[in-house]
């Protein structure tokens, strides 16, 4: 029989070097826009639109490279809804004898991927995805016999096996973490620069036309549409960041500012998240500014920890457990995702802010996500899997591998403490510290409860109260607990009479 192989390119494969690609360098290639990836979840519009006017633009990369591309535009083939299907509509067009694709980043593809051989009566070969700097047997190798798997440790060793930011055997500077140097509010008048954005050329219109015609009823905006859909944008969004952004990026990574959505944050994630940038290269280009003295060394390191740290260390570690890690549920939450995650109405002004952004931009900083929405999802007991879906729907850098872990386990501590040492709780102190959204806000955060008093005052006591038997006995707890129980009765009847009445109306 003759080999007729085909290589299957997924949405956010798109870099030049894919593994498949290289694998079989005269091989036809197949692209395709789904029904079924695009509406698993509601996507937020702007993702969608991101992510289909990228691959038409790599499709045509490919083209003029000289490969052969079977591009699918969404809804243009009848019958045509999910990848078996057109898989099929190959192998009976073309006499496909052999699959070939690059690992998906999600395990819901995975296994069906896994399927493929029997179902579609092909061969089918999943190669690695080289595009990550840790592969899965080393850090199987390294998580062996670990009672805790802590990001810090595993970031060192990448360190180490990257050389970024090393100075022989040792970090440069002497830390490893300059996370303590990281959390600055802006000051009052401060202004971030203005942001590197690209109006839409004619492959985006269309493709904003077609999400508007088909998928009105996800949330986002579309008219200000502004990502980067090819790798040479995305290099201009870069360096633009590079240049006016970093130096600050350190200082301010944590501060958040009404009306400022992006800060000094890089916007790097969707990019390098569906293959545009590449996460080596950009955190070379970061270190290179620290050694040419144009970037602290707080800033570089702070960047490069995000993405050789946090970045490969979920990755790895949402391989390594899934698929139990996803159903798991450690303070037994269920309460029903508030509208307002959707909309963005509510009277606490820092919900509102990030809220919108994220409906606005399909993007919030990290700051955002922990502490305010997510923060927010865990002091009421909102059901895990809805807040994960949430996230998955409606930022543009959200794939499974990278917000499942984020969300499940830094955010909501529901996978018990395997991602993070304590939950990421807080009261509104912490928003007041690092935000000016307070001082506009219908409720007061110096009151701890009351119809008017801060919501996350009431609901962070009464979290630590509800859960004092899980939470109790962690070593990181033990001051919470010790002020707890120093509240006077009035207090503590009130922070939970209040909470109670909150969450009644939620």
């Known amino acids: 029989m003759t080999d007729k192989p085909l290589i299957l390119v997924l949405g956010d494969q798109l870099s030049p070097h894919l593994s498949s690609l290289a694998a ?5 290639i197949l692209m395709a826009e789904l029904a079924e990836e695009a509406s698993y979840v509601r996507h937020h519009r702007q993702k969608i639109a991101l992510i289909f006017s990228a691959m038409r633009h790599f499709a045509e990369t490919l083209k003029d490279q000289g490969r052969a591309v079977t591009y699918l535009k969404y809804g243009e083939t009848g019958g045509v809804d999910s990848f078996a299907d057109a898989l099929r509509l190959l192998i009976k067009r073309d006499g496909i004898t052999r699959l070939l694709v690059t690992e998906p980043g999600e395990w819901r593809l995975m296994q069906e991927m896994q399927n493929w051989a029997e179902s579609l009566a092909i061969a089918v070969e999943i190669v690695p995805d080289t595009r990550f700097l840790a592969t899965h047997a080393e ?54 620069p203005p942001r590197l954005h690209f109006a839409p050329d004619a492959v985006t219109e269309d493709v904003l036309a077609l999400v508007a015609r088909h998928f009105g009823n996800h949330v986002g905006r579309l008219d200000n549409f502004a990502w980067p859909v090819t790798a040479a944008q995305a290099e201009q969004q870069f360096a633009h960041w590079l240049d006016f952004c970093l130096p600050h990026f350190g200082d301010y990574q944590d501060a958040m500012k009404t009306g400022e959505a992006f800060v000094y944050h890089g916007l790097v994630g969707a990019s390098i998240n569906i293959g545009l940038l ?43 457990k899934m698929p139990d890690y996803a159903d798991s549920n450690f303070f037994d939450h269920d309460r029903a995702l508030p509208d307002f995650y959707y909309s963005g109405e509510t009277d606490m002004a820092c919900m509102r802010e990030a809220i919108g952004a994220t409906v606005t931009h399909a993007y919030a900083h990290h700051i955002q996500r922990l502490m305010v929405t997510g923060n927010f999802a865990l002091l009421a007991g909102i059901a895990p899997a809805a807040v994960n879906r949430w996230y998955l729907e409606v930022y543009a850098d959200a794939f499974e591998w990278v917000q499942l872990p984020n969300t499940h386990g830094m955010a909501l501590f529901a996978d018990g403490g395997l991602v993070g040492s304590k939950p990421y709780a807080a009261s509104g102190a912490y928003i007041n510290r690092m935000s000016d959204h307070c001082s506009s806000c219908t409720y007061n955060v110096k009151q701890a409860h009351g119809d008017t008093a801060c919501p996350f005052n009431y609901l962070y006591w009464d979290f630590m109260i509800r859960h004092r038997d899980k939470l109790g006995g962690n070593p990181r707890m033990g001051m919470v607990y010790r002020n707890l129980d120093k509240m006077d009765d009035a207090k503590r009847d009130g922070v939970i009479a209040s909470a109670k009445e909150f969450l009644q109306k939620l």
């Open 24 to 28: 079989a360098p005269e091989a036809p």
């Open 139 to 192: 850090f199987e190798t390294w998580a062996e016999g670990k009672k805790q798997l802590r990001m810090e440790f595993f970031y060192r060793e990448m360190r180490r096996k990257t050389g970024l930011l090393m100075d022989g055997d040792e970090p440069l500077g002497g830390q490893w973490n300059y996370d303590a140097d990281n959390r600055k509010k802006l000051p009052k008048d401060h202004a971030p």
């Open 278 to 320: 590449d996460p080596l290269k950009v955190c070379q280009a970061v270190e290179a500014r620290y050694h040419s003295g144009q970037a602290p060394l707080n800033a570089v390191e702070g960047f490069i920890r995000q993405i050789l740290g946090w970045r490969e260390f979920i990755r790895s570690l949402y391989w390594l």
